[in-house]
């Protein structure tokens, strides 16, 4: 029997919907909200990219025939005394954990339906997202400024040294001043009751954002900084 | 009904344990670099540290260890064939250092000079 594409079989829907409903099957994969599916979906391809990020650093630290920069180095920092090695990067470190702390509290806040205290907690983890930023903008204008790193040279060794770290940090930078913005963004829609019927779910997938975020941040404390 | 399903809360003890953990996690990476440890035992002890850090956000702050197992393969699942990429660009990564070096040579004190 030739197929027929024109077909229109018990319960086929037109156009997308018809794509949709035939996928799916009338059935539902994940039980959870389609909202905390979909972040998940997104912190999947996410993964991908910063994994490529990574992957493509390793080669080309494989590669190079010039010595890799000491990282524990060139990031030390002296304050009036002897360099410190890597203390900028340990207190960042520190800080996106505590920010990850205080979003956990603010989930479970959210559940318990205490507005006050979860906008509160939302608030204070976006105030460490922000702390987190500006310092690693301090960063970045110590070594332009300061230690001549370009995305093309720099003077402790090879040449890719500096296109990596400007992009593996500039692209975790820019998912943390984004998570900054939507962590400020939900916890003014709590505070003004906007999820009292709605339920809290947008809470826990705000804070799968922000988890992750720190996530990154732990492979690229490891590879990059202290490999 | 569904609310349990969908509803991840849980007692705040765990996370304050967990978040007690990943502090003392993050200085132990962290004195790894202090303490000066070199080759085999610096990248074991950061890999270690590393996956217990990663594996402790996701399980609990990310709440992945109460989800249903549909969505834990799946999320979980496919970056495991990232391993073959990372493979294959190790092998390319020193099969081209070592025709830089057959080609041009270990001097490299021309990219001391270029900035």
Redesign the interface.
């Not at chain 1, 390793?58 to 010595?67: D, H, I, L, Q």
């Not at chain 2, 399903?5 to 849980?10: A, R, S």
């Given at each position: 029997m030739a197929y027929d594409a024109t077909a229109t079989g018990p319960g086929h829907d037109p156009g997308l919907r018809g794509i949709a409903t035939d996928w799916g099957g009338d059935r539902q994969?994940?039980?959870?909200?389609w909202g905390?599916?979909m972040m998940?979906?997104f912190?999947?391809s996410d993964?991908?990219i910063f994994?490529?990020f990574l992957?493509?650093y390793?080669?080309?630290?494989?590669?190079?025939?010039?010595?890799w920069p000491n990282p524990?180095e060139v990031f030390a920092l002296s304050f009036g005394g002897e360099p410190i090695?890597?203390i900028l990067i340990?207190i960042m470190?520190?800080i996106l954990?505590t920010s990850?702390?205080t979003?956990?509290?603010a989930?479970?806040m959210g559940?318990?339906g205490d507005r006050a205290k979860t906008a509160a907690l939302m608030l204070i983890t976006a105030a460490f997202g922000a702390m987190f930023v500006g310092m690693q903008a301090f960063e970045w204008t110590k070594l332009i400024i300061d230690e001549?790193v370009?995305p093309w040279?720099?003077?402790m060794?090879?040449?890719q040294f500096g296109s990596v770290f400007f992009m593996i940090t500039g692209f975790h930078g820019a998912h943390v001043t984004l998570g900054v913005i939507y962590l400020t963004t939900v916890a003014m829609k709590v505070l003004r009751g906007d999820y009292e019927k709605r339920g809290y779910?947008i809470v826990?997938i705000t804070?799968?954002y922000w988890?992750?975020v720190?996530?990154v941040w732990?492979?690229i404390?490891?590879f990059f900084y202290?490999? | 009904m569904?609310q349990d399903?969908?509803?991840?809360?849980?007692p705040?003890a765990i996370?304050?344990w967990?978040?007690g953990l990943?502090?003392v996690l993050?200085t132990f990476?962290?004195l790894?670099?202090?303490m000066g440890f070199e080759g085999y035992v610096?990248?074991g002890l950061?890999?270690l540290?590393?996956f217990l850090?990663?594996g402790f956000?996701?399980a609990?702050?990310?709440?992945m260890m109460w989800?249903?197992m549909?969505?834990i393969y799946?999320?979980i699942g496919?970056?495991i064939v990232?391993l073959v990429?990372?493979g294959l660009?190790?092998v390319?990564?020193?099969y081209?250092?070592l025709t830089?070096?057959n080609f041009?040579g270990?001097d490299?004190s021309e990219?001391?000079e270029?900035?």
């Open positions: 994969a994940f039980h959870v909200p905390k599916a998940w979906i912190l999947l993964t991908f994994s490529c992957t493509g390793m080669n080309v630290r494989a590669s190079t025939r010039v010595p524990s090695p890597l340990a470190t520190f954990i990850s702390g979003m956990a509290m989930v479970n559940y318990r001549g370009r040279s720099n003077p060794g090879a040449p779910e826990e804070g799968l988890h992750f720190d996530l732990v492979f404390f490891a202290l490999w | 569904a399903d969908t509803h991840q809360q849980h705040l996370y304050f967990i978040w990943l502090f993050s990476s962290y790894v670099d202090i610096r990248w950061i890999l540290f590393m850090k990663a956000i996701i609990v702050f990310m709440h989800e249903r549909a969505l799946a999320i496919p970056p990232l990429l990372i660009m190790a390319e990564g020193n081209t250092v830089r070096l041009f270990a490299t990219f001391a270029h900035h």
